[in-house]
């Protein structure tokens, strides 16, 4: 009866709401349609946005908190053996690293000196930043995270994206306390990179695929690569200073008559599920037409003074 | 409806858009239903005198901040899914289970579809494995609240 009743009712809500709902519903629709061309077109609208992103902040804070409180009754169940296991493997790497610290310094200083020699590289600046990724943008396809540091803190568009295993990707978008990154392997990723080895160039592309694997198309047939070689960054971008990690060669293909190879990248920065990364502060570089003349001045002058 | 049901009903979108941004392991993220859609079908099913069409837009604007998409995309396809759903209210009420279930499907795969597309336009691109997986999840999820679910 009582059902009977909410029905008719529900539908005398619609019969006197019929035409203006579809109206409404028109209304609606051309409205967010609009704001998305907008949004895509004009800039001062993405800026709004940067602020309109703040309503992000308390519910990621909550989803961090739970799944955070998650991880720690995780942990907790851990038994003990594990955790010893655990700490003797760590004390192991933590000596192994101390050691490679050590050499480190006197790599570093030989490294300034080599590089103040290529005055092209850009230098890994020290100011640089760390970051957290923070929980958004679920769907795997997508390779972006998003980073709890925004232009406030000094993060900009264009900004590398580094972790201890190597690059992760570049900031992409700028909000006021957040950003958005995305990871070399999206689909809309590209970078150019270098074999260690043998210095030879490529550009390492996105696959957007689960395992984050890179693409280097149009390595010539003929090119020194194997499996296992290292990949760095070529530092010819202009974005990325040279010489950071990319990643490891796993597979390298060779069909008959093709001119060209492709060689299959893992990268060696967790990609998965990055969590403490670093925004390096490379200077960026000034357009090409730019750089020579502004070179040759003070040497030019240097050269008169002598 | 009284007050209370109606905090009750709107906390339940919140707590859809909530889940939206938990992170889950890889293989889970893929099959991780489209929530909003779901509990705004819910919402139709259980309380259409709530389900108004510029909750459904706040609410997708909220999302659409939320997983960083263009702003308006989830906003225009849950005023949508949300017309749709009211539209057809009356026959989804009074047809059988496995009809039911077919057709809040097909009300997810426009939603889906809609994010899938014009999100395609806008430099937004998802995968359609992604989406087909998210689409069956989200109907099984639909199955499930449709035990529950008296109407």
Known sequence: MTRATATIRSDRFRRRKGPSR?????????????????????????????????VNVPVQATVRFFSDSFRGVQ???????????????LRARLLRQEVNLQQMTSLEAENKALRSLHTLNAQLGSDNLTAETLPGTPDPSRHRVTLNRGSRQGAYIGQPVVDAGGVV????????VTSEALLISDANHALPVMFERTGLQAIALGTGRRDHRLLLPFVPAHADVVRGDTVVSAGTGGLFP????????????????????????????????PRQVLLLRSEPLPPVGDLTPADEEPTAAAAAGS | MTEGAVARNYSLLGAALLLSV???????????????????IWLVLAAPEDARLAVAAAAG???????????????????????????????????????????????????????????????????????????????????????????
């Open chain 1, 242 to 273: 040279a010489g950071l990690r990319v990643g490891v060669v796993e597979d390298v293909r060779n069909s008959s008559g093709q001119a060209f190879l492709e060689a299959f990248v893992s990268p060696s920065a967790n990609l998965e599920s």
């Open chain 1, 22 to 54: 579809a109206g409404e519903c028109l209304l609606i629709c051309l409205l967010s349609f609009s704001l998305l061309v907008v949004e895509a077109n004009v800039p001062a609208v993405q800026r709004m946005r940067g602020i309109g992103e703040l």
């Open chain 2, 22 to 40: 938990v992170p889950l392991p890889q293989l889970l993220g893929l099959w991780q239903p489209p929530w909003l859609a779901v509990a705004l």
């Open chain 2, 61 to 151: 604007l909220l999302q659409d901040l939320l997983v960083g998409s263009p702003l308006g995309l989830h906003a225009l396809a849950a005023t949508l899914l949300v017309f749709l759903a009211s539209n057809t209210r009356r026959w989804i009420v009074s047809s059988p289970p496995w009809l039911r279930f077919l057709l809040a499907v097909l009300m997810m795969t426009v939603y889906l579809g809609v994010v899938a597309l014009i999100g395609g336009w806008f430099d937004y691109a998802g995968s359609w494995a992604a989406t087909v997986s998210s689409l069956m999840s989200g109907g099984v999820l639909i199955l499930i609240a449709f035990l529950f679910l008296k109407v």
């Open chain 1, 75 to 89: 942990g907790y169940f851990h038994d003990q053996s594990s955790l010893m296991r655990e700490n003797r493997e």
């Open chain 1, 169 to 176: 990707g570049q900031v992409t978008r700028d909000y006021l």
